[in-house]
């Protein structure tokens, strides 16, 4: 039952609700997959990795806005057919908007708010996109509708807020004032909990009003935004709609606070983690959402009976949101997701935290507020003296003077009862005035916009895009920069830009722009430094990240959609100048392009995502003279892993120090983090003008700075097939860098050799490696000496280790440091052991490279030391691997106990066996070979034996050659059986794009036969020679 007497607190959950968008562009990119499923309210979400994995949750409404859906002639996106699945904005409000409406119609307060990942549609669903109007416009209409539908039986007052919170401090996002520094104070109230001190409450009478008041918040937000941070995803953006009932019959008033709140992306919580960093977590980066997200787990748990604290006062957004969760408030949560596989982990984690938001109980109840009763209570005084005034008049004319007074305290009620209901009047009339001007403004902004050219900000947050506008007026130069100072300046902020940054110039109808000297102005990706004409739909970047799009004259512009511009196009077309061009990812080596490997394409948007960051950082860095350099990096580009596959790409941050030449690699969370922190102290020393706090930070924290540690600068790979066949190998391998780059050109060999260290002779080479199962195994590493170190050639100063691990080593091992040096001499020989080569061991020297690490040394960082713990030595101070089988050799050896002295007795017997099955081998040859000289009718049998003990050594030597050879042609081979296996087509490809793809697909398959068939065929021709030969020799055929 609904509650209606006022003190009644209803007892109800959130109400949960969760939303799937359609596929973005950079997911169709990606051919990602829908992952998503939907029933009625439950929603079902697959691991893109494991498809047995999947995970069912339930809600109390779920829309599937993903697919099956059109734009219809208005610009609507609708549901294809009538009643189809498809959940559109008017569906959405229908549910949630209409009961939220409903509760602040009868009184209680009531809270919408809407999570997920960044860009997985909070906006859309909280504020719209053009005529897809979204919740918070739809309701403020429905809200004045209802109003005017019921003016007969009540008077009511709207009073609309918007706050941004921002680094943990709230901007009022409608203050006529300019912001103040640390932002506006969140106070509490005894009775009504906590509120923003000096918040603007601004009276509004219709649904065009607010929708203006909205405009100029995002206005706000933007210019915010492209002044520091561009990323209003961090930001979360709070609606206040409070609503007053003044039911003047029933002497009752109701008041209802309405919060409309579009979180922070959810998904920094984990991405900008600090893990392994020094420096903690940037304050506040997003200390509201842990907040918000520890307050939703505790409140959840309370739920279930438990006694727990509630943290409502660690954060700002917490504390505001305090009656909206587990207090007087009903509440809605929208949670929004991607469909997407690549997106699975963030959608996962979002469905859980929408799972626990349900649990929430809370306690709403009918409000009055204190003024209202006192105009209840004056009310009601008034009718006492009304009612004494009666009885006076009927007593005569002796009560005249107790009228009098009487009368007097009823008109001074009266004037009080008015005065409280006019002031609401008057501030409507002012907040009218107010937006009839800014009206004004929207409307010649309008009309200009149809006469002149002018540039169009574009935002990483597609709300904040095309807010900012600036015009290109009539004929003549107009400057732009930080400067306002001349009614011909166009003052923009930003990182990077100069009082005078350049010079639009409008002659002839054609527009071009002048960088001045030492400013940075790119034009569709290139920097320009001359003067460069303009032609519409031009990108321009000025500073380090202010992003405009031109738009022409009028006459110019033409069809196209201009969104297709977005913050990604900018960006992706600046990675490509810096030749880093997603088409690059699809090209195959000079093939047809194919559809891109979603790792690679991950990585791409990683790249970015981070560039207009690196940038950033570099201008705070020169402002605030740090002295380094950042630069992105792609890690693992050109590496692969000890089977040959390639090692998962990812960025990194390779910062440099421009005079020491010291350099540092950050992960990308290390550098979200810091980055995080050199705009606070940036902000602290450089943007908070006159008296801000300029002291130099101590070292410790300093987000510019970090000890020196060895750098990984790139690796080779020994494959270790010979050892198989304990054949030695001697090789220079090419180090190569993350990015391919060649690093250096090591000599080492893999070197089998007795117990003792003494290298094998041809004698001991293997025809089959599995003889090899049981027995012992020796083999050296022979580092011999590293050169042409680019490590070394850049800065003399610097030195390198090589480290090493191999099979079942616990722990890498380092080669002793070489300093100064670009041709080092290494000379550094382990020795490996196996005491029992197992099986294991066997396929891991048959399919596996020893990948030798380079590791960059720098003046004033510790040398890598080789960790022994867990290592086990042979008497000969060889290192034990293959363990598993060591051990059992070990216990055997050691063998204390009845079960290790019976296994002992048990690796005896075998090798008695052994003994025995070898002598029989060599008397059966033995006999063979007596059988065949009595054939063959040769006399000296002695003679026949120096000459096969002759022959043995040579042909099993140009054996262990072929097969040399025979290796090193299928290494490339594999290469090519990895493209082959890479190589797949579109989902998305047409019959043409098929055929073309079988094609190609069949060339590669040919190229691949062809140099296998090469590879055997030389091996057969090898060994066929090598039967010859042998055959020959020993004269059988002769
Ligand atoms: N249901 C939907 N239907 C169509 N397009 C959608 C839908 N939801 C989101 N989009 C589109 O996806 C893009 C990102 O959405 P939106 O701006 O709402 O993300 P967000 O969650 O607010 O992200 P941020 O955390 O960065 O603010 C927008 O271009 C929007 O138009
Ligand atoms: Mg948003």
């Given at each position: 039952?609904?509650?209606?007497?006022?003190?009644?607190?209803?007892?109800?959950?959130?109400?949960?609700?969760?939303?799937?968008?359609?596929?973005?562009?950079?997911?169709?990119?990606?051919?990602?997959?829908?992952?998503?499923?939907?029933?009625?309210?439950?929603?079902?979400?697959?691991?893109?990795?494991?498809?047995?994995?999947?995970?069912?949750?339930?809600?109390?409404?779920?829309?599937?806005?993903?697919?099956?859906?059109?734009?219809?002639?208005?610009?609507?996106?609708?549901?294809?057919?009538?009643?189809?699945?498809?959940?559109?904005?008017?569906?959405?409000?229908?549910?949630?908007?209409?009961?939220?409406?409903?509760?602040?119609?009868?009184?209680?307060?009531?809270?919408?708010l809407a999570y997920?990942?960044t860009?997985?549609?909070k906006?859309?669903?909280?504020?719209?996109?053009?005529?897809?109007?979204?919740?918070?416009?739809?309701?403020?209409?429905?809200?004045?509708?209802?109003?005017?539908?019921?003016?007969?039986?009540?008077?009511?007052?709207?009073?609309?807020s918007m706050l941004e919170i921002y680094n943990e401090q709230v901007v009022d996002l409608l203050s006529?004032?300019s912001r103040s520094a640390g932002g506006l104070r969140v106070r509490e109230?005894?009775?009504?909990g906590f509120y923003v001190e000096g918040l603007r409450?601004?009276?509004?009478?219709?649904?065009?009003?607010?929708?203006?008041?909205?405009?100029?918040g995002?206005?706000t937000r933007?210019t915010a935004a492209?002044h520091i941070n561009n990323s209003s995803s961090r930001s979360h953006m709070l609606i206040i709609?409070?609503?007053?009932?003044?039911?003047?019959?029933?002497?009752?008033?109701?008041?209802?606070?309405?919060y409309?709140v579009d979180l922070a992306g959810s998904e920094r919580q984990r991405s900008s983690g600090s893990?392994?960093d020094?420096l903690k977590e940037g304050t506040a980066i997003n200390l509201s959402l842990t907040t918000l997200g520890n307050v939703i787990s505790a409140?959840?748990?309370?739920?279930?009976?438990?006694?727990?604290?509630i943290p409502y006062r660690d954060s700002v957004l917490t504390k505001l949101l305090q009656s909206a969760l587990?207090?007087?408030?009903?509440?809605?949560?929208?949670?929004?997701?991607?469909?997407?596989?690549?997106?699975?982990?963030?959608?996962?984690?979002?469905?859980?935290?929408?799972?626990?938001?349900?649990?929430?109980?809370?306690?709403?109840?009918?409000?009055?507020?204190?003024?209202?009763?006192?105009?209840?209570?004056?009310?009601?005084?008034?009718?006492?003296?009304?009612?004494?005034?009666?009885?006076?008049?009927?007593?005569?004319?002796?009560?005249?003077?107790?009228?009098?007074?009487?009368?007097?305290?009823?008109?001074?009620?009266?004037?009080?009862?008015?005065?409280?209901?006019?002031?609401?009047?008057?501030?409507?009339?002012?907040?009218?005035?107010?937006?009839?001007?800014?009206?004004?403004?929207?409307?010649?902004?309008?009309?200009?916009?149809?006469?002149?050219?002018?540039?169009?900000?574009?935002?990483?947050d597609?709300?904040?895009?095309?807010?900012?506008?600036?015009?290109?007026?009539?004929?003549?130069?107009?400057?732009?920069?930080?400067?306002?100072?001349?009614?011909?300046?166009?003052?923009?902020?930003?990182?990077?830009?100069?009082?005078?940054?350049?010079?639009?110039?409008?002659?002839?109808?054609?527009?071009?722009?002048?960088?001045?000297?030492?400013?940075?102005?790119?034009?569709?990706?290139?920097?320009?430094?001359?003067?460069?004409?303009?032609?519409?739909?031009?990108?321009?970047?000025?500073?380090?990240?202010?992003?405009?799009?031109?738009?022409?004259?009028?006459?110019?512009?033409?069809?196209?959609?201009?969104?297709?511009?977005?913050?990604?196009?900018?960006?992706?077309?600046?990675?490509?100048?810096?030749?880093?061009?997603?088409?690059?990812?699809?090209?195959?080596?000079?093939?047809?392009?194919?559809?891109?490997?979603?790792?690679?394409?991950?990585?791409?948007?990683?790249?970015?995502?981070?560039?207009?960051?690196?940038?950033?950082?570099?201008?705070?860095?020169?402002?605030?003279?740090?002295?380094?350099?950042?630069?992105?990096?792609?890690?693992?580009?050109?590496?692969?892993?000890?089977?040959?596959?390639?090692?998962?790409?990812?960025?990194?941050?390779?910062?440099?120090?421009?005079?020491?030449?010291?350099?540092?690699?950050?992960?990308?969370?290390?550098?979200i983090n810091r980055k995080f922190l050199m705009e606070e102290v940036y902000q602290q020393q450089v943007a908070g003008?006159?008296?801000a706090d300029?002291?130099?930070l101590?070292?410790?924290r300093?987000p510019?700075?970090?000890?020196?540690?060895?750098?990984?600068?790139?690796?080779?790979?020994?494959?270790?097939?010979?050892?198989?066949?304990?054949?030695?190998?001697?090789?220079?391998?090419?180090?190569?860098?993350?990015?391919?780059?060649?690093?250096?050109?090591?000599?080492?060999?893999?070197?089998?050799?007795?117990?003792?260290?003494?290298?094998?002779?041809?004698?001991?080479?293997?025809?089959?490696?599995?003889?090899?199962?049981?027995?012992?195994?020796?083999?050296?590493?022979?580092?011999?000496?590293?050169?042409?170190?680019?490590?070394?050639?850049?800065?003399?100063?610097?030195?390198?280790?090589?480290?090493?691990?191999?099979?079942?080593?616990?722990?890498?091992?380092?080669?002793?440091?070489?300093?100064?040096?670009?041709?080092?001499?290494?000379?550094?020989?382990?020795?490996?052991?196996?005491?029992?080569?197992?099986?294991?061991?066997?396929?891991?020297?048959?399919?596996?490279?020893?990948?030798?690490?380079?590791?960059?040394?720098?003046?004033?960082?510790?040398?890598?030391?080789?960790?022994?713990?867990?290592?086990?030595?042979?008497?000969?101070?060889?290192?034990?691997?293959?363990?598993?089988?060591?051990?059992?050799?070990?216990?055997?050896?050691?063998?204390?106990?009845?079960?290790?002295?019976?296994?002992?007795?048990?690796?005896?017997?075998?090798?008695?066996?052994?003994?025995?099955?070898?002598?029989?081998?060599?008397?059966?040859?033995?006999?063979?070979?007596?059988?065949?000289?009595?054939?063959?009718?040769?006399?000296?049998?002695?003679?026949?034996?120096?000459?096969?003990?002759?022959?043995?050594?040579?042909?099993?030597?140009?054996?262990?050659?072929?097969?040399?050879?025979?290796?090193?042609?299928?290494?490339?081979?594999?290469?090519?059986?990895?493209?082959?296996?890479?190589?797949?087509?579109?989902?998305?490809?047409?019959?043409?794009?098929?055929?073309?793809?079988?094609?190609?697909?069949?060339?590669?398959?040919?190229?691949?036969?062809?140099?296998?068939?090469?590879?055997?065929?030389?091996?057969?021709?090898?060994?066929?020679?090598?039967?010859?030969?042998?055959?020959?020799?020993?004269?059988?055929?002769?």
């Amino acid at each position: 039952m609904r509650a209606k007497a006022s003190e009644m607190a209803s007892k109800d959950c959130v109400k949960v609700a969760v939303r799937v968008r359609p596929f973005n562009k950079r997911e169709r990119d990606a051919g990602s997959r829908c992952i998503i499923s939907m029933t009625s309210n439950s929603i079902s979400i697959q691991d893109p990795r494991n498809s047995q994995n999947s995970r069912t949750f339930t809600f109390d409404y779920t829309y599937w806005s993903h697919s099956g859906f059109s734009r219809n002639k208005d610009g609507l996106f609708v549901p294809e057919e009538t009643g189809g699945r498809y959940a559109d904005q008017a569906s959405v409000f229908l549910d949630l908007g209409q009961g939220i409406l409903d509760n602040a119609l009868q009184g209680y307060n009531a809270t919408l708010l809407a999570y997920g990942q960044t860009g997985s549609g909070k906006s859309y669903s909280m504020v719209g996109y053009g005529p897809n109007k979204g919740l918070i416009p739809t309701l403020c209409q429905r809200l004045f509708q209802s109003i005017r539908s019921m003016q007969d039986s009540r008077q009511c007052q709207v009073f609309f807020s918007m706050l941004e919170i921002y680094n943990e401090q709230v901007v009022d996002l409608l203050s006529k004032s300019s912001r103040s520094a640390g932002g506006l104070r969140v106070r509490e109230d005894q009775q009504t909990g906590f509120y923003v001190e000096g918040l603007r409450r601004v009276p509004c009478d219709s649904a065009l009003q607010v929708e203006q008041l909205m405009e100029q918040g995002t206005r706000t937000r933007t210019t915010a935004a492209t002044h520091i941070n561009n990323s209003s995803s961090r930001s979360h953006m709070l609606i206040i709609v409070q609503l007053k009932q003044i039911f003047s019959k029933e002497c009752i008033t109701k008041q209802s606070n309405i919060y409309l709140v579009d979180l922070a992306g959810s998904e920094r919580q984990r991405s900008s983690g600090s893990e392994g960093d020094r420096l903690k977590e940037g304050t506040a980066i997003n200390l509201s959402l842990t907040t918000l997200g520890n307050v939703i787990s505790a409140l959840a748990d309370m739920a279930l009976g438990k006694k727990i604290y509630i943290p409502y006062r660690d954060s700002v957004l917490t504390k505001l949101l305090q009656s909206a969760l587990g207090g007087n408030s009903r509440t809605v949560m929208i949670a929004t997701l991607s469909p997407a596989d690549i997106c699975y982990e963030e959608s996962l984690s979002t469905l859980r935290y929408a799972e626990r938001a349900k649990k929430i109980q809370n306690k709403a109840v009918v409000n009055e507020s204190p003024t209202e009763r006192l105009v209840k209570e004056l009310k009601a005084e008034n009718a006492k003296l009304l009612l004494r005034l009666s009885r006076l008049g009927q007593e005569g004319r002796k009560a005249e003077d107790e009228s009098k007074e009487l009368r007097r305290l009823l008109t001074h009620n009266e004037l009080q009862i008015r005065a409280i209901q006019t002031l609401w009047e008057q501030h409507l009339q002012e907040a009218l005035k107010d937006w009839e001007t800014q009206y004004a403004t929207i409307t010649q902004e309008r009309r200009m916009m149809q006469m002149y050219p002018y540039i169009m900000n574009v935002n990483e947050d597609a709300q904040l895009s095309s807010v900012v506008k600036l015009f290109i007026q009539e004929e003549g130069e107009w400057d732009i920069g930080l400067a306002d100072n001349s009614p011909r300046a166009l003052s923009i902020r930003g990182l990077g830009i100069q009082e005078k940054h350049a010079v639009f110039s409008n002659q002839q109808r054609r527009v071009s722009i002048t960088p001045v000297s030492g400013a940075k102005v790119i034009v569709n990706g290139l920097q320009v430094s001359k003067r460069t004409e303009l032609q519409h739909l031009d990108r321009l970047v000025l500073g380090s990240n202010s992003t405009y799009l031109f738009i022409g004259f009028p006459s110019e512009r033409s069809a196209e959609d201009w969104s297709r511009y977005d913050y990604d196009y900018f960006q992706s077309e600046l990675a490509a100048a810096e030749g880093f061009h997603i088409q690059s990812l699809c090209d195959d080596q000079g093939h047809r392009p194919h559809q891109p490997d979603p790792s690679l394409l991950a990585v791409f948007y990683d790249y970015i995502k981070l560039m207009p960051m690196v940038t950033e950082a570099n201008q705070m860095s020169a402002e605030l003279k740090k002295g380094v350099e950042f630069k992105l990096e792609i890690k693992n580009l050109a590496m692969s892993d000890s089977k040959g596959h390639d090692l998962e790409k990812d960025i990194a941050v390779k910062v440099t120090s421009v005079e020491s030449k010291q350099v540092w690699m950050w992960s990308k969370a290390k550098f979200i983090n810091r980055k995080f922190l050199m705009e606070e102290v940036y902000q602290q020393q450089v943007a908070g003008g006159e008296g801000a706090d300029r002291a130099p930070l101590p070292r410790d924290r300093d987000p510019f700075w970090d000890p020196l540690e060895p750098l990984h600068l790139g690796s080779a790979h020994l494959w270790l097939q010979s050892l198989a066949f304990r054949i030695p190998l001697e090789e220079q391998v090419e180090m190569v860098g993350p990015e391919g780059t060649e690093e250096a050109i090591l000599q080492a060999q893999l070197v089998p050799c007795s117990p003792a260290g003494l290298a094998l002779g041809e004698d001991d080479i293997l025809i089959d490696p599995s003889e090899l199962l049981g027995k012992r195994l020796d083999f050296q590493l022979v580092l011999d000496q590293c050169c042409g170190l680019r490590w070394v050639k850049e800065a003399r100063n610097r030195g390198v280790q090589i480290g090493f691990q191999v099979f079942d080593c616990p722990q890498p091992l380092y080669t002793p440091a070489v300093w100064h040096n670009v041709n080092p001499l290494l000379d550094h020989r382990v020795q490996f052991t196996a005491l029992r080569t197992s099986q294991d061991l066997l396929n891991y020297l048959q399919s596996n490279a020893l990948v030798l690490e380079l590791w960059g040394l720098q003046e004033g960082c510790s040398e890598l030391l080789s960790n022994m713990d867990g290592m086990k030595m042979t008497q000969e101070d060889s290192v034990i691997i293959d363990k598993i089988s060591a051990s059992e050799h070990l216990t055997a050896e050691t063998g204390s106990s009845d079960l290790s002295s019976s296994l002992r007795a048990l690796h005896q017997d075998l090798d008695k066996l052994r003994n025995a099955n070898a002598a029989l081998k060599k008397e059966n040859s033995a006999l063979r070979e007596q059988l065949n000289s009595s054939r063959n009718g040769v006399e000296n049998n002695r003679g026949r034996q120096e000459r096969r003990g002759s022959l043995r050594p040579s042909c099993d030597a140009e054996f262990a050659k072929a097969l040399k050879v025979f290796y090193h042609s299928m290494t490339s081979v594999r290469g090519q059986l990895q493209r082959l296996r890479r190589h797949k087509p579109s989902e998305e490809e047409d019959l043409l794009g098929l055929r073309l793809f079988v094609d190609e697909h069949t060339f590669l398959l040919k190229d691949f036969s062809e140099q296998l068939e090469q590879c055997v065929s030389t091996l057969k021709h090898d060994v066929a020679a090598i039967v010859r030969r042998k055959r020959e020799k020993s004269g059988v055929w002769s």
